[in-house]
């Protein structure tokens, strides 16, 4: 099995929080969790491509989803791997109610808490099982 | 953009030229009516993209030789009216993309170079002006002659002629302008004619006009190719080239056509540096 925990966002395209999705996973693998985590993309994973689907396979994952329809999450689940954690970008928003994101391309100074708070949850998982 | 499309993205993660992907389809989506199709979120909601995508021409942008988004397209039977692969266009366009994931200079320059291609393409009669976003950093060297400073960026992205021109070249583009020795000569500007958007010019061709009181100054284009862009701004305020040629008193962006000839005509900041204090010490002398 692979060492490094897959963390995949949503493709979350055109929506401040799919941004939100992305940034966080992005924010884990580049700056918190570099040793022990890295991202695939999603929009590779779903073409069923054999080569990211022998990556995937039976390889822990944890998933960020930006909306309740959960796409990251089904489809790594789909192409075979374990996903061992759902993020959902909502249940930390919800966290900061009347606060400004941002947009679908920039992220306000509230957005970027909620990055952060996202990122520093998937890192206490990803040392969690390390 | 005269025609809206219908932007199937790759929308890559894990390498950069899928970030180039995906900013550009969102940029194109920010003009009014392009719309995304989402490469995901389409195997499950087909029949709302497919409304989308047989309502617009089809923009396939994939990022890198997997080519997501066109095997979606194929998969999906979309015809696919144009296609773009970000590796390609960083190629084409001599770009070098960094092996990060989050966008560098040279990722948004050639974002933007993209940008104004695919608007380009769709409108080739309409003359419009796009100043790019890009950053433009200046290192400076300077000398003093008497009470007037000199100073001459030392960036390896510029080049200068001997008119006193500089370029200052990014990819396919360049921004030129005049340096401190014309500014300082021709005393305080009044006027500033541009060049016109959407002229060709050739390397050595005049490009727009500045006049003082003293005198008159024809620029003359460090490179060759067409004007896309003016710094209208001098039009209003000419004294801008006066307080700085090189930054806020630039003149003209030009796509270029044949840069790599044009240099060879061209100087470096050591050997224009040299010229430069030579021309002061005669005026001077």
């Known amino acids: 099995?692979?060492?490094?925990?897959?963390?995949?966002?949503?493709?979350?395209?055109?929506?401040?929080?799919?941004?939100?999705?992305?940034?966080?996973?992005?924010?884990?693998?580049?700056?918190?969790?570099?040793?022990?985590?890295?991202?695939?993309?999603?929009?590779?994973?779903?073409?069923?491509?054999?080569?990211?689907?022998?990556?995937?396979?039976?390889?822990?994952?944890?998933?960020?989803?930006?909306?309740?329809?959960?796409?990251?999450?089904?489809?790594?689940?789909?192409?075979?791997?374990?996903?061992?954690?759902?993020?959902?970008?909502?249940?930390?928003?919800?966290?900061?109610k009347g606060k400004n994101f941002g947009s679908a391309t920039h992220l306000d100074a509230d957005g970027e808490v909620v990055v952060n708070e996202i990122a520093e949850k998937i890192a206490i998982i990803i040392n969690e099982i390390n | 953009m005269i025609e809206s499309y219908a932007i199937l993205p790759c929308n890559g993660l894990d390498k950069c030229a899928g970030?180039?992907?995906?900013?550009?389809?969102?940029?194109?989506?920010?003009?009014?009516?392009?719309?995304?199709?989402?490469?995901?979120?389409?195997?499950?909601?087909?029949?709302k993209y497919n409304k989308i995508a047989g309502e617009h021409p089809l923009l396939v942008i994939d990022g890198c030789p997997t080519r997501c988004a066109s095997k979606l397209a194929a998969e999906k039977s979309l015809k696919i009216s144009k296609r773009i692969t970000i590796t390609e266009e960083a190629k084409s366009h001599n770009i070098k993309l960094s092996s990060g994931l989050r966008l560098q200079e040279n990722e948004n320059?050639?974002?933007?170079?993209?940008?104004?291609?695919?608007?380009?393409?769709?409108?080739?009669?309409?003359v419009v002006s796009i100043e790019s976003n890009t950053s433009y950093h200046f290192d400076y060297e300077s000398f003093q002659n008497g009470k007037f400073i000199f100073r001459v960026p030392g960036n390896p992205q510029i080049y200068f002629n001997e008119n006193d021109c500089w370029a200052y070249v990014i990819g396919n583009r360049a921004r030129i302008g005049v340096t401190d020795f014309v500014q300082q000569n021709l005393s305080d500007i009044l006027y500033f004619t541009p060049p016109e958007i959407g002229a060709e010019i050739d390397q050595f061709g005049e490009v727009g006009e500045i006049e003082s009181s003293k005198s008159v100054f024809e620029l003359i284009s460090p490179v060759t190719g067409k004007v896309i862009s003016v710094n209208k701004t001098l039009e209003q305020k000419p004294e801008l080239i006066n307080e700085n040629p090189y930054e806020s008193g630039w003149v003209a962006e030009i796509?270029?056509?044949?840069?790599?000839?044009?240099?060879?005509?061209?100087?470096?900041?050591?050997?224009?540096?040299e010229i430069i204090k030579k021309k002061v010490e005669d005026l001077n002398g």
Request: hydrophobic residues 40%.
């Open chain 2, 255 to 273: 796509e270029l056509t044949d840069f790599e000839s044009d240099k060879e005509l061209l100087i470096g900041f050591d050997k224009y540096f």
């Open chain 2, 109 to 126: 320059t050639l974002v933007e170079l993209v940008l104004y291609e695919l608007e380009n393409a769709h409108d080739n009669a309409a």
């Open chain 2, 19 to 47: 970030a180039i992907s995906r900013e550009i389809a969102i940029k194109l989506c920010e003009n009014a009516g392009n719309e995304m199709i989402c490469p995901v979120f389409y195997r499950v909601a087909e029949t």
């Open chain 1, 1 to 96: 099995m692979d060492k490094k925990i897959k963390v995949i966002p949503c493709s979350g395209i055109g929506k401040v929080f799919g941004l939100l999705a992305r940034e966080s996973v992005l924010k884990t693998v580049l700056e918190l969790c570099p040793e022990k985590s890295e991202t695939i993309c999603l929009a590779y994973i779903v073409s069923g491509d054999e080569a990211v689907n022998e990556k995937i396979a039976k390889t822990r994952c944890i998933t960020v989803d930006g909306c309740p329809k959960m796409c990251a999450s089904k489809n790594v689940a789909l192409a075979g791997g374990i996903v061992i954690e759902e993020i959902k970008v909502l249940d930390t928003v919800k966290e900061h």
